[in-house]
Nanobody, 126 residues
């Protein structure tokens, strides 16, 4: 199982970035994919989750209305479109796979995710 993030960078507050997670080594329809971030000195925080049978992805309250998550089955990628970025969005963003294959009420639990990418840095300046 391999997950590789890309698309991070430095952006001013109010700007946008689009992160991508390329996956391989597993059946893309079997796993749920989440975006999880970690700010300096803080614990990892679940951001969003998407899976094969979802009508729409789930997002944390802190990013709802600003972030959107997309899934491309043909390319086996998951993207995170981040708009109206704030300095508090700064951190390392990881994509991670949940072998349960669903995004349910417990999707926020970091322990659900057994496979992780290396992360990509997002820095939002004020």
């Amino acid at each position: 199982v391999q997950l590789v993030e890309s698309g991070g960078g430095l952006v001013q507050a109010g700007g946008s970035l689009r992160l991508s997670c390329a996956t391989s080594g597993f059946d893309f329809d079997d796993y749920a994919i989440a975006w999880i971030r970690q700010a300096p000195g803080k614990e990892r925080e679940w951001v969003s989750c998407i899976f094969s049978r979802s009508i729409k992805p789930s997002h944390a309250a802190s990013v709802m209305g600003r972030f959107s998550t997309y899934r491309d089955r043909a390319k086996k990628t998951v993207s995170l479109q981040m708009n109206n970025l704030r300095p508090e969005d700064t951190g390392v963003y990881y994509c991670a796979a949940d072998t349960r294959g669903i995004c349910d009420a417990y999707a926020w639990r970091i322990s659900n995710y057994g496979y992780w990418g290396q992360g990509t840095q997002v820095t939002v300046s004020s």
